[in-house]
């Protein structure tokens, strides 16, 4: 399970995202150098016209219930990624965080509510939805994503929440393409209808 010391389970991060991390884009590259081309496109797109980001608590940190150590500040370090301000959806609110150029939100709202003051504090820009499954599943069910990008890793996980049973399953409301990496990613690109 999810852990302080394992934000994604019993998965390795650095394999499900090595797709990304071997690209010329990645933020976090210290070396020069990276591969260029359809990974690397989408690494480097990903924060283009971000506003802000909404995520669920399990993408901030393990904890559950009540807030038992506010010094605790997720796992994304002095610097988070985001630089944007971060809606962080939870039945526990607790105060307002600031790390670098990203402040975290702690909200209890419904999808509708959750986007609503992602969009005002995204300032016209787009607002992303960064996760888990389940946040990303209630928004499709309240049907509020535009355009989403999923790149599948070819890495066995074995166990854990589920997206969707099938990409098809989206066809009513999404386009979908299907575009595959020469890394082993297979990128899933949806639109609206």
């Known amino acids: 399970g999810q852990s302080i010391e394992r934000p994604f389970g019993h998965a390795d991060p650095s394999t499900l995202a090595a797709w990304a991390g071997a690209t010329a884009s990645w933020p976090n590259r210290t070396d020069p150098g990276g591969t260029r081309g359809l990974d690397d496109y ?3 797109d990903f924060t283009h016209n971000i506003g802000a980001e909404i995520m669920g608590r399990g993408k ?5 219930g009540p807030w038992e150590n506010l010094d605790w500040e997720g796992w994304w370090g002095d610097t988070p ?3 944007t301000p971060v809606f962080v959806l939870t039945h526990h609110v607790r105060p307002t965080l600031t790390l670098a150029d990203t402040t975290f ?3 209890d709202a419904e999808p509708a509510e959750a986007l609503r003051q992602a969009k005002v504090a995204a300032n016209g820009k787009d607002v992303r939805l960064g996760g888990g499954v389940a946040t ?6 309240a049907d509020l994503v535009d355009t989403m990008h999923v790149a599948v890793a070819p890495i066995e996980i074995g166990r854990g929440g589920k997206l969707w049973d099938s990409p098809e399953d989206l066809l009513n409301r999404f386009h979908l393409e299907v575009i595959p990496s020469p ?9 609206r209808r």
């Open 60 to 64: 901030f940190g393990p904890q559950k």
């Open 81 to 83: 990624p985001f630089r």
């Open 183 to 191: 890394s082993g990613v297979v990128h899933h690109l949806f639109w």
């Open 42 to 44: 989408f690494t480097r």
């Open 105 to 107: 939100h702690f909200i």
């Open 136 to 141: 990303l599943r209630a928004f499709l069910d």
